[in-house]
């Protein structure tokens, strides 16, 4: 990281999410992605950047989301005419993965849960940055455990020490739909049926009254709710 760069991450810490974003866009142009799941946090960063200038947007599909997340990506396309850039996973490890375990492997095994984020989500995330500088993720502090050491700005040292933005690191989960309300961003519809966390549909479910937002990710393990592409795999 160059040193005005530097100079630069420390001030935007207490920046308001737009201006990161500009930051970001104006810093790195071509170099710099939204990583997107469709989730309410990336559909208000992308709401935000449309209204500064093109930014290029990327995605994991594991090839498990749910058809609503596959409606709103074509959304996406249409009201902010952008091109999605989709990472898939790599064939011959996935068909490897299907052939010894099934396809289901995720319920069965913590390590087989893990293989499966592991081919579907983390290689190819590794793929979508390689050729950038930055990347945009919609992580906030209060989302979870990992989480709350969250800046707005941060070297990636998990993939090459690139920058990662977080421009709603501060942000809480009232002030995300405050914004979406206010300003009509289109949400994935699963968000009306008790979802408050959105990631493969076999993994997701919506979660029940006094539950963790994230309680529906995973929920037949203990402890994490990460898949590993912000911890490294772990
Ligand atoms: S969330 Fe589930 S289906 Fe998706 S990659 Fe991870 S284990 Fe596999």
Known sequence: MKMET???????????????????????????ALASSFQAEDMVILHMASRIGRIRVFTLD???????????????????????????????????????????LFYRDPSLRRLCCDIRKVEPLRRALKDLRAWITGLRRDQWETRRTVSKVEVDRIHGNILKVNPLADWTWEMVWDYIRKNDVPVNKLYSMGYTSIGCAPCTRPIRPGEHP??????WEMGSKECGIHTGGE
Not at 73 to 89: H, I, S
């Open 6 to 32: 530097n100079w630069e991450v420390h001030a935007l810490q207490g920046e308001p999410a737009e201006r990161v974003i500009e930051w970001a866009m104006k810093t790195f142009g071509e170099k710099v």
């Open 62 to 104: 594991t090839g498990r989301l749910p058809q609503e997340t596959y409606e709103l990506m074509d959304k996406v396309r249409e009201l902010y005419g952008v091109e999605v850039e989709v990472y898939f996973p790599d064939t011959a490890r996935l068909e490897e993965m299907v052939k010894k375990y099934g396809v289901n």
């Open 214 to 219: 994230r309680a529906g990710r995973w929920w």
